[in-house]
Structures are given as structure tokens and as C-alpha cells.
């Protein structure tokens, strides 16, 4: 559905721990985003990815990181920095860049224990 | 990015009546105006866009329009169904990522 697949569904995190969501997509496109969801404030960029090996920081990027070495996949860590991890991760992708229909994945519900 | 302000955040209307949610933005350079959908925990869907040289775009029940010189636009549904039931967001996109607003959840009423 969509050909962009998140996993897991659900992730718990122990504090101090990095954990890491997975995005994977068959749509032949370049361009990826990570987008952090929290009730009552929309979807806000985390980190996006316009080609391999290459991207960009978005307006929450403190205590998050990424990779983009291959096109296909683009994972995002939390890291222990990111003090206020719980929320609903969403990656998506685009054909060539910001102006393009996005297709989202399903989502990541990350919960500290 | 620079904030889309979107409102309401909440919105009830009988089954039947009409629907509009309004957003506004302030970057200059924004040319790309998308509506997501999201049901209840499913992922965002694109219904309608809009692009800076046109004013309205309308898709069955649901239409867009846009006052580039305001610097606002808006999502009109007619006809609601309960199947409308969801929350709506508008983004604004140009040179960068889409930027969200917060999204209106929207009941419809039966």
C-alpha cells in the first residue's frame, strides 16, 4: 500500500538508548522526509533527503539523526539526546523534491518506558 | 520553516452541510498548497492540491482555493458524509519541505 513501509509498527525506548526506525521505499523516489506527529501540532520535519548520500536538517533535527545510502532507505535514529522522544514518526517520499505529491508510510508510535 | 496557521483545530457539522477549514501563511516564496487527510490511525493522504497560477481547484465534493495576495487558502467540502470524519491538514510548499499546519479535526454529524 503506497510502497513506502516504516517498521516497527511500535518501538519502545529505555532511557540513555538509541533506537532506530527503518523506511524503506519501491517507488523509485529520490527525495525522503521524516516528519515527527504530536497531538495537536501537526507534522513537523525532522530530516529530509533530496539524494543519496546526502541531507538536510529540518526544524527539529536536535537529538535525531539519519542516513541516506541508498535510495530506497532512509533511517532515522534517536538518539539519548532527544530528551521528549514519545511521539508518531512519520517518513515520506516525493518523486524529485518539495513541490511533489508526498506518500507517507504508516507510521512509528515510539513510547519511553 | 515559517509557520501555515490553520483553523479551526476542531469542527463539527451535520451530516449534509458544508465544510470549510482556512489556512494562511506568510512566505512569499510558497507556490505549492497540498491538503492532507487522515483518518483515524492511518497515514496522511493527499486529496487536492494547488499550485500558485490558480485561484480554485474543485475535485467532486472538495475544493481549494487560494488569494495568493492575502496569502490564504482554503479547503470547501459539500455534501459532508460521516466518511469526511478525519483530520484535515494544509501544508505550504516552495523551495523547501512542506511545512504542516495542525491539523482541524472535522466530525460529521449524522
Known amino acids: 500500500d503506497g510502497g513506502i513501509t516504516q517498521s516497527p509498527k511500535y518501538l519502545f525506548r529505555k532511557e540513555g538508548q538509541n533506537v532506530t526506525l527503518s523506511c524503506e521505499q519501491n517507488?523509485?523516489?529520490?527525495?525522503m522526509y521524516w516528519y515527527r506527529q504530536d497531538p495537536g501540532q501537526g507534522l513537523r520535519l525532522i530530516y529530509y533527503s533530496q539524494i543519496v548520500n546526502d541531507f538536510q536538517k529540518g526544524d527539529i533535527a536536535e537529538g535525531y539523526s539519519v542516513s541516506r545510502e541508498k535510495k530506497e532507505s532512509f533511517p532515522l535514529t534517536v538518539t539519548s539526546a532527544q530528551k521528549n522522544p514519545t511521539a508518531f514518526y512519520l517518513c515520506?517520499?516525493?518523486?524529485?523534491?518539495?513541490?511533489?505529491?508526498?506518500?507517507f508510510g504508516s507510521g512509528t508510535q515510539l513510547s519511553v518506558l | 520553516g515559517e509557520n501555515v496557521e490553520q483553523h479551526p483545530s476542531t469542527l463539527s457539522v451535520q451530516e449534509g452541510d458544508s465544510a470549510v477549514i482556512k489556512c494562511t501563511y506568510s512566505?512569499?516564496?510558497?507556490?505549492?498548497f497540498p491538503w492532507y487527510k487522515q483518518e483515524l490511525g492511518k497515514r496522511p493522504q493527499l486529496i487536492i492540491d494547488i499550485r500558485s497560477n490558480v485561484g480554485e481547484k474543485k475535485d467532486q465534493r472538495i475544493a481549494v482555493t487560494l488569494n495568493k495576495t492575502a496569502k490564504h487558502f482554503s479547503l470547501h467540502i459539500t455534501e459532508t458524509q460521516p466518511e469526511d470524519s478525519a483530520v484535515y491538514f494544509c501544508a505550504r510548499g516552495g523551495n523547501t519541505p512542506l511545512v504542516f499546519g495542525k491539523g482541524t479535526r472535522l466530525s460529521v454529524i449524522a
Open positions: 515520506a517520499s516525493s518523486t524529485t523534491g518539495p513541490n511533489e505529491k508526498l506518500f
Open positions: 512566505d512569499s516564496a510558497s507556490n505549492y
Open positions: 517507488l523509485n523516489h529520490d527525495a
